[in-house]
Nanobody, 122 residues
Framework: QVQLVESGGDLVQAGGSLRLSCAASGRTLSSYTVGWFRQAPGKEREFVAHIRNSGLTGYADFVKCRFTISRDNAKNTVHLQMNSLKPEDTAIYSC????????????????WGKGTQVTVAS
């Protein structure tokens, strides 16, 4: 089991940037696919981005060219750099890890963090 802790969420103005971090303990995160998901009030949790243990990445259409997912293996951490933030990006962002076949599917991930709040003001 991998323990995951997210950080970096904050209140930011539209057009601003944030970098979220997903720090792992218990196991080496580089062995797993890591995904970022978000859940806005009153909405279902949705896929944002993923990075496989090979380094291959994928993104939801609504964040392409604005968000970048990356690994820092030395720190056992995965980051989500978010640029050009919009009010509709407001949500709780959570990371998840697992031996994943379908990276956009919540059911693919075994371990989840508790999330970090991102609020984008207009």
């Amino acid at each position: 089991q991998v323990q995951l802790v997210e950080s970096g969420g904050d209140l930011v103005q539209a057009g601003g940037s944030l970098r979220l971090s997903c720090a792992a303990s218990g196991r080496t995160l580089s062995s797993y696919t890591v995904g970022w998901f978000r859940q806005a009030p009153g909405k279902e949790r949705e896929f944002v981005a993923h990075i496989r243990n090979s380094g291959l990445t994928g993104y939801a259409d609504f964040v392409k060219c604005r968000f970048t997912i990356s690994r820092d293996n030395a720190k056992n951490t995965v980051h989500l750099q978010m640029n050009s933030l919009k009010p509709e990006d407001t949500a709780i962002y959570s990371c998840a890890a697992g031996s994943v076949v379908i990276p956009a599917s919540l059911k693919s991930y075994a371990d989840w963090g508790k999330g970090t709040q991102v609020t984008v003001a207009s």
